[in-house]
């Protein structure tokens, strides 16, 4: 059981508090089975918010650039660089096109590829799509094709199917 808190004990803590001292700290040094705890706790109940200094002092962010190579390095990783092509506003729907052999393999794979699976994941022709992915996982098409909107079915007809369940 602590001593509680003397007027001796309450001055030292403001003292420190205000000298920038961390509530372990001041813990220490007060001891009698003071804790960190009590020490946050009486320092809320006293109203001590600013201090002096911070207990610790800031760490600097800086990060040092990374090396950028040079005209004689090659880059990390081959880089597939497309066409541009100019898109339609509206997306006509087309009719499916067979899947050709796709670039991507399992190794080649990066985070910005469309990771559309084309042919059979036991054969050795298996690849994926490999083209830049728009959004989300897969390109442009692919996209079409994964995430078909939703089909609106008729209001009134869906409510009185859900009513009849309950009556």
């Known amino acids: 059981?602590?001593?509680?808190?003397?007027?001796?004990?309450?001055?030292?803590?403001?003292?420190?508090?205000?000298?920038?001292?961390?509530a372990s700290q001041i813990a220490k040094q007060l001891g009698g089975g003071v804790t960190r705890n009590a020490v946050i706790g009486k320092v809320h109940?006293?109203?001590?918010?600013g201090?002096?200094?911070?207990?610790?002092?800031?760490?600097?962010?800086?990060r040092p650039a990374r090396p950028?190579?040079?005209?004689t390095q090659a880059p990390s990783a081959p880089r597939r660089i497309e066409a541009a092509q100019p898109r339609a506003l509206t997306a006509p729907v087309a009719a499916p096109v067979p899947e050709l052999p796709g670039t991507a393999t399992v190794m080649t794979l990066g985070a910005h590829m469309c990771k559309w699976?084309?042919?059979d994941p036991s054969s050795t022709e298996f690849s994926f799509c490999g083209r830049?992915?728009?959004?989300?996982?897969?390109c442009v098409e692919h996209a079409r094709v994964a995430y078909q909107p939703a089909?609106?079915?008729?209001?009134?007809?869906?409510?009185?199917?859900?009513?009849?369940?309950?009556?």
């Open 45 to 49: 109940r006293l109203g001590l918010s």
């Open 1 to 22: 059981m602590t001593a509680g808190w003397t007027e001796d004990r309450v001055g030292a803590l403001k003292k420190l508090w205000l000298e920038g001292q961390s």
């Open 132 to 138: 830049r992915a728009s959004e989300g996982v897969y």
């Open 117 to 119: 699976p084309i042919g």
């Open 51 to 62: 201090r002096a200094t911070p207990s610790q002092p800031a760490r600097a962010t800086f």
């Open 151 to 167: 089909v609106k079915k008729n209001g009134a007809t869906e409510l009185a199917r859900q009513l009849r369940r309950y009556i």
């Open 68 to 71: 950028r190579p040079t005209p």
